[in-house]
């Protein structure tokens, strides 16, 4: 179980990384 603040956590981490990577 995940509560919506670690799920927007984790999304906004993994979008950070995608950009980083995809720069």
Same mark, same amino acid.
């Given at each position: 179980?995940?509560? +919506? /603040? *670690? &799920? %927007? %956590? *984790?999304?906004? !981490? &993994? +979008? !950070? *990384? =995608? *950009?980083? =990577? /995809? %720069?």
């Amino acid at each position: 179980h995940m509560d +919506a /603040g *670690a &799920r %927007s %956590s *984790a999304l906004l !981490v &993994r +979008a !950070v *990384a =995608e *950009a980083i =990577e /995809g %720069s």
